[in-house]
């Protein structure tokens, strides 16, 4: 259970932060772009979170856009919250959700042909 993210894409910042999208929402995940390089996911409220602990997880995560000098783009999720309103079951839960986040944006950069690697 990794506390980051890094993956090394192919694309401008804009089009990898389309892809991110299209690739998380279906996954109950909302984004709040605050440039297009930064944003942050969401899934699950702290309200609920806080009233039913861990039957109720919500997972936060910093998303950033890194562009490089080759044209590729470092994106770089990792937690913004740290899951403590669960307890112990909380915190285990918003890292593995990491993994998951980190699992489906390799599979769809993989499928699109944009993914270069894992920082």
Same mark, same amino acid.
């Not at 804009?14 to 996911?41: K, Y």
């Given at each position: 259970?990794?506390?980051?993210?890094?993956?090394?894409?192919?694309?401008?910042? =804009?089009?990898?932060?389309?892809?991110? =999208?299209?690739?998380?929402?279906?996954? /109950?995940?909302? !984004?709040?772009?605050?440039? $297009?390089? &930064?944003?942050?996911?969401?899934? *699950?409220?702290?309200?609920?979170?806080?009233?039913? /602990?861990? !039957?109720? $997880?919500?997972?936060?995560?910093?998303?950033?856009?890194? $562009?490089?000098? &080759?044209?590729? +783009?470092?994106? &770089?999720?990792?937690?913004?919250?740290?899951?403590? @309103?669960?307890?112990?079951? *909380? @915190?285990?839960? +918003?890292?593995? /959700?990491? &993994?998951? @986040?980190? =699992? +489906?944006?390799?599979?769809?950069?993989?499928?699109?042909?944009? !993914? +270069?690697?894992?920082?």
């Amino acid at each position: 259970m990794a506390d980051s993210v890094k993956l090394r894409v192919t694309g401008p910042p =804009e089009q990898v932060g389309q892809v991110l =999208e299209q690739a998380l929402q279906p996954e /109950g995940f909302r !984004f709040a772009w605050s440039n $297009p390089q &930064d944003a942050i996911l969401e899934k *699950g409220t702290f309200a609920k979170a806080l009233l039913l /602990g861990a !039957f109720s $997880p919500h997972f936060k995560y910093r998303l950033l856009l890194h $562009p490089q000098q &080759d044209g590729t +783009v470092i994106v &770089d999720i990792g937690l913004a919250n740290t899951g403590l @309103v669960g307890g112990a079951i *909380g @915190v285990a839960r +918003v890292r593995k /959700g990491l &993994d998951g @986040v980190g =699992e +489906v944006l390799n599979h769809t950069f993989q499928q699109n042909g944009t !993914f +270069v690697g894992a920082v």
